[in-house]
């Protein structure tokens, strides 16, 4: 697998995120232009992805949509699609469609569109023309329908989409809009639930296994692209890659990304919506793409399985909970050459502070394994632990200390940051 880190720094003034590598991230987020302009300004920042895991139930009835009981935690599982295999023999054998435009039509009612709605909180936004007392469009992104309820109606979307929101509105495929509340946020992984009053003109889209997805597959990213005007847009493409490993650094600590690659166009104000496949079930959320003038047709998404994961979280503790070892890192490769010399080993894990008592991890160790999956960076170590540990678990570091390595069981805590 493939691995491309990237360093996100945003430029206030225009919205457009550098990076300090070749390739260029960008958020699939759309800012609304001025009042006063009728000109489409694209805004692209650079947005993070990640996993986490949990367990995915679930349960429906049928209806227009497929509905689940009033019980509180149903907008924590997502309707599964059956017989989900993966992998086209032809491209056009749908088994649920005689043709494309049969298949967008009936999971439009899943497409919502989401308006990030801000009020004033500073000078400089008071500078930029934004009130103190009502609040008005910021961004314009996508969403998804995952489960409706007898009275509720749960949509998945982007982290970015709502970051900084006042309050929010969805537009749905018919374009009336709606108030949403925020159910649950996590910027590590980008991902934020939102729900709205059920009603009879929306449906549930239904996840497709993306663990099956196969490189070559058709697929379809449906959302609005340069925001409302052009809502309910489709374009189409490939699976590009089944699997892309990302290094994100972000507000909320660096973490591995993996994301399914596809040439599918995918424009500011996709951000959040669908990629299905050709039988109509979500494979991903769209997140990114790489942005770049020699570069074309390079997007990602989340894969739907991730995506179901976190949730689940969401829904039922309104965030993620992640383990923590409870120590402060360092990347010996960004530590200077001078001081390099005496460690011997140019990657790893400078254990820098420790901030619990009673853990058998020093300032000054350096670790390279963990469960005896080697280590190069504080990305590597975060990423397993978020996948593979839940706090109250037990891990095992690899360390190098006074110039021997050892092994020490650490216990793991729940984080708080």
């Given amino acids: ?12 003034n225009s919205g457009i995120t550098h990076t300090n590598q070749q390739h260029v991230y960008r958020q699939s987020y759309q800012t609304p232009p001025p009042k006063k302009s009728g000109v489409l300004r694209t805004i692209l920042i650079a947005l993070v992805a990640g996993l986490i895991g949990g367990l995915i139930a679930f349960a429906a009835v049928s209806g227009f949509s497929k509905l689940t009981g009033s019980d509180g935690q149903s907008g924590a599982n997502v309707n599964v699609a059956e017989n989900s295999k993966g992998g086209n023999l032809l491209d056009g054998k749908s088994k649920n469609y005689q043709s494309i435009n049969e298949m967008i039509q009936d999971k439009s009612p899943s497409i919502v569109g989401v308006i990030n709605e801000q009020k004033a909180e500073s000078l400089e936004d008071l500078l930029r023309g934004k009130s103190t007392t009502n609040a008005e469009p910021s961004g314009i992104g996508s969403g998804v329908i995952y489960q409706r309820t007898q009275n509720e109606a749960y949509i998945v979307t982007n982290n970015h989409v709502i970051e900084g929101a006042s309050s929010i509105k969805v537009q749905l495929h018919n374009s009336k809009q709606v108030s949403a509340k925020l159910v649950g946020t996590d910027s590590l992984t980008d991902i934020a639930v939102l729900k709205i009053k059920n009603r009879n003109d929306i449906k549930a889209i239904d996840f497709a296994d993306s663990s099956k997805v196969k490189t070559g597959d058709s697929v379809f990213a449906m959302g609005n692209p340069l925001g409302l005007e052009f809502a309910n847009t489709v374009t189409s ?6 699997e892309r490993t990302i290094d994100a650094e972000t507000s909320a600590g660096s973490n591995k990304v993996t994301v399914l690659q596809t040439d599918a166009a995918i424009n500011p104000g996709n951000s959040g919506g669908a990629l299905v496949d050709i039988n109509g079930n979500l494979v991903g959320i769209n997140s990114m793409k790489i942005s770049a003038p020699q570069v074309e047709g390079i997007g990602f998404a989340i894969p739907s399985n991730e995506v179901k994961l976190v949730i689940e979280q969401l829904v039922k503790n309104g965030e993620v909970k992640r383990p923590s070892v409870g120590i402060g890192m360092l990347n010996v490769s960004d530590i200077p050459a001078s001081y390099q010399r005496q460690f011997k080993i140019n990657s790893g894990v400078y254990v820098a502070e420790v901030q619990r008592s009673q853990i058998d991890l020093k300032r000054g160790d350096i670790i390279t394994k963990v469960d005896d999956q080697e280590v190069e960076n504080d990305s590597d170590v975060r990423s397993y632990l978020y996948k593979n540990k839940k706090p109250g678990d037990s891990v095992t570091f690899t360390i190098i200390r006074d110039g021997h ?13």
Avoid: C, F, P, R
């Fill in 1 to 12: 697998m493939n691995s491309n880190n990237y360093n996100q720094t945003s430029d206030s």
């Fill in 237 to 242: 493409g490939i699976i590009s890659a089944s």
């Fill in 405 to 417: 390595s050892q092994k020490v069981n650490v216990s793991l805590v729940e984080s708080h940051s």
